[in-house]
Structures are given as C-alpha cells and as structure tokens.
C-alpha cells in the first residue's frame, strides 16, 4: 500500500447542500463546526445556523476514483441528536463542538466498518 492509500480523504472544507452553503469554522481530528449560510437577492451571506459533527470514517465508496483507502464522512439527517447537532446561535454550537473535541475513549473518532455501521455496532 503506498502513501496516499494509508491516509484519509478529508471532510469537504465546503460543501453547498439544499440550497445552503456549508463553511468549516473549526475542525480537529473528532468533531467539526460549520457555518450554515445562504446568499440573499441582495449579493449579501446570511448566516442561518451551525452545525457540530463528530468525525467518521470509513471505506471510500468503490466508485470513488480517488486513491484513499479511507474518507471522513458526516452524519445523515437521521443522526442528528447522537452523532450531529444544529444549533442557531455561534455561542451554543462552540459549547457543543468543546465537549466533543475532548479526546477520551467515549469521544474517540469514530470508524466504520465494510458495511456502513461504526465499530460499536451502531
């Protein structure tokens, strides 16, 4: 295996999903916050909320010509209360983001296995 196989393709730094434009604002190796904004008729961002995710990773899809063994992910609107949180205001999505940057065996990032799940079954 070389090099770039045995490292991971990263989270997108920003992403535009549903109309909403997606911005990192603080990242490390378990959670990341982004910045949910929309751009107004008036050629002016509007921030509309946050978003903290706790970090997985997982196999790159077969179909992904990209050399990386492994890629982060984020979570599925179906996770959002255990693995991802949105909040309104900057303040509570950094309360947020703290307490899941904290580097413990509960907070550890989180990796996949072949079929989807993360390694506690879940």
Same mark, same amino acid.
């Given at each position: 295996? #070389?090099? =770039?196989e045995?490292? $991971?393709?990263?989270?997108? +730094?920003?992403? *535009? @999903?549903?109309?909403?434009? /997606?911005?990192?604002?603080?990242?490390?190796? #378990?959670? =990341?916050?982004?910045? $949910?904004?929309?751009?107004? +008729?008036?050629? *002016? @961002?509007?921030?509309?909320? /946050?978003?903290?995710?706790?970090?997985?990773?997982?196999?790159?899809?077969p179909?992904?010509?990209?050399?990386?063994?492994?890629?982060?992910?984020?979570?599925?609107?179906?996770?959002?209360g255990?693995?991802?949180?949105?909040?309104?205001?900057?303040?509570?999505?950094?309360?947020?983001?703290?307490?899941?940057s904290r580097?413990?065996?509960?907070?550890?990032?989180i990796?996949?296995?072949?079929?989807?799940?993360?390694?506690?079954?879940?």
């Amino acid at each position: 295996m #070389n090099q =770039v196989e045995e490292t $991971i393709k990263p989270i997108p +730094e920003e992403f *535009r @999903k549903n109309g909403l434009r /997606f911005k990192i604002l603080k990242r490390n190796t #378990n959670a =990341v916050l982004y910045e $949910i904004s929309i751009w107004l +008729e008036t050629c *002016r @961002k509007r921030v509309v909320g /946050f978003e903290v995710h706790k970090i997985r990773v997982g196999q790159t899809h077969p179909k992904d010509t990209s050399p990386y063994a492994l890629t982060e992910r984020l979570w599925s609107n179906e996770e959002f209360g255990r693995y991802a949180w949105g909040y309104q205001y900057l303040v509570h999505a950094m309360e947020k983001y703290n307490e899941k940057s904290r580097s413990s065996k509960d907070e550890s990032r989180i990796r996949l296995n072949s079929l989807g799940g993360d390694i506690h079954g879940n």
